[in-house]
């Protein structure tokens, strides 16, 4: 080995080891997230379709709709419906299993009812067709016909992640995370406060399919749980609404504008901005037990002292960074490969610096040794 060598391969360890710098704040430190959406195609569903389509970060490999607040089949329709308006062809949309997986819960009917004149959007009928595989079928499918890990985001009961989880748990090694909405831990849920059932502790996507959601948090697999804590902080409020129409030009912020109802939370929206900006949110780690047949209790999410973390549960939520980020991103008015400077933490800043000064003191050791 010629002398002045070794120099070189240490600084070249040196700098090896500064791929390590912490990520630059506001930019997820993971770039392309593959996701499978299972939802149920109600309007705060499909707005947080619009982000992930709209994010350059992420890419949807498909679409599954669960047995929620739209009945499965017009919810299928109405997603390609929404998909076809942005001339969007090639996402499977699958229709999942149109009941929970033990119980005859459902969404009250005048909500199921909304899905038949698409929630009052103004779309015409599609001509796109629906996968010819089931919900949970796809959801396999994708994860067997991809090279890298998926992510799962789960906006509606959990039926058909349960089924595949059960029905192929070999993809279970392919999932980083399932990131749902769903839940409450210390805040009352919306069941009781939104129906006359007398149920005033359970969320309704986990009320619907509690044994769907017993599968999931057995699962073993990572769970981030956005619970009504976090989204009782994120509510849709007319001044959003002013301010969204003051700046939409994209395709997807005008429908959004559509979507957005005064009134209710941005429920799914804060789970997906989740995904791309963790940060949104405050995490808490938590042992969530299922309640499957207490009566009056049947899907209440609670968490115990006895067992071990299953979940990370969002607590509580950032309302304003959330809309910046919700109406930047969807309007296509947010850069998400680049920063400024002022965004850079200051230790960043000197490792960057210290990083260059090694870059530069190498290419100069190589030019004296090439000289010799
Ligand atoms: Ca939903």
Known sequence: MKKGYPIVLVLILVLS????????????????????????????DWASILYLLKHTFVTVLG???????????????????????????????????????????????????????????????????????????LIISLIENTTENVTIIALGPLTN??????????????????????GAIDVPGNVGLESDIPNYVAEWNIWVDPHAADIVFGSALPIR????????????????????????????????????????YFWDQLTVVALTNPEVVTLEEHCIE????????EGQTNSTEYGCTNAQVAVSADASTFEDLFIGHINGDLPTTTTTITDVPLEVLVLLVAGSGVVILVFVLLFLMKRR
């Not at 005048?110 to 009928?125: A, C, I, K, M």
């Not at 279970?172 to 399932?178: G, L, S, T």
Request: proline share 8%; with cysteine; aromatic share 4%.
């Open 17 to 44: 080891s500064c791929n390590n710098i912490p990520s630059i704040a506001g930019i997820p430190s993971q770039e392309d997230i593959k996701v499978i959406v299972d939802m149920d195609a109600a309007p705060d």
């Open 63 to 137: 679409i599954g709709v669960s047995c929620g607040v739209s009945y499965v089949d017009t919810g299928v329709a109405n997603t390609l419906g929404i998909l076809e308006h942005l001339e969007i062809e090639d996402i499977p949309v699958a229709a999942g299993k149109d009941t929970p997986l033990v119980v005859n819960h459902e969404f009250p009917t005048p909500w199921r009812d909304g899905s038949y004149n698409f929630y009052g959007l103004d779309l015409p009928t599609t001509t796109l067709q629906p996968s010819s595989m089931n919900a949970s079928e």
């Open 161 to 182: 992640v349960a089924i595949a989880l059960e029905a192929e748990p070999s993809i279970k090694n392919k999932i980083d995370e399932i990131l749902l909405m769903g």
């Open 225 to 264: 749980m956005v619970a009504l804590d976090a989204t009782n902080q994120v509510p849709q409020t007319q001044a959003f609404l002013d301010r969204l129409e003051g700046v939409m030009t994209s395709p997807e912020a005008l429908l959004l504008y559509n979507m957005t109802t005064p009134g209710l």
């Open 290 to 297: 299922i309640i499957l047949d207490l009566e009056n209790h």
